[in-house]
């Protein structure tokens, strides 16, 4: 494959390209894609009109994903919207730490957590643990503190 060499007179012009790029060899961009790039676009100034046109598809769809964002407080209090992973509607419009986001990024499946819920609540019933693993045994009691925690606000 020969090797192309670009001069940007921009990060958006590299941003343009790179979707251009991806739309051409057919894999598709993730959910979770889409919304950083949409972060991104609206970072650099430019319109959904453009994006929608680069990743074919409408415009109301990439307004939906895109007011999915939470306030992220960076240094010196100033802060930047940042997308949020499916089944995090409850943070939508809240501001969180450089430190939460990344831990959202990090761990975060995009899975709602009645979801999570229900999937943990029938490996505990149907027992499909390893009871054995001492992190295992761990990690539920930590997970029972923080549980008894939550629900004690409610």
Not at 10 to 25: E, F, G, K, T
Not at 88 to 115: F, I, N, P, Q
């Amino acid at each position: 494959m020969p090797i192309r060499e670009h001069v940007f007179k921009s990060p958006l012009d590299a941003l343009r390209l790179a979707l251009a790029d991806n739309a051409q060899h057919g894999l598709p961009l993730t959910t979770w894609d889409i919304k950083r790039n949409i972060a991104r676009f609206s970072a650099e100034g430019a319109s959904l009109e453009e994006l929608s046109g680069l990743l074919s598809m409408p415009i109301k769809k990439l307004e939906k994903l895109g007011s999915m964002t939470v306030a992220v407080v960076g240094k010196r209090g100033k802060k930047e919207l940042k997308p949020l992973k499916r089944g995090m509607e409850c943070m939508k419009g809240k501001t969180v730490t450089v430190e939460a986001y990344k831990a959202h990024e990090k761990h975060d499946r995009g899975v709602s957590v009645l979801a999570l819920i229900r999937e943990l609540q029938h490996r505990l019933e149907a027992k499909w643990l390893d009871l054995e693993r001492a992190e295992i045994q761990d990690g539920l009691k930590e997970l029972k503190t923080a549980i008894e925690g939550c629900l004690s606000k409610v």
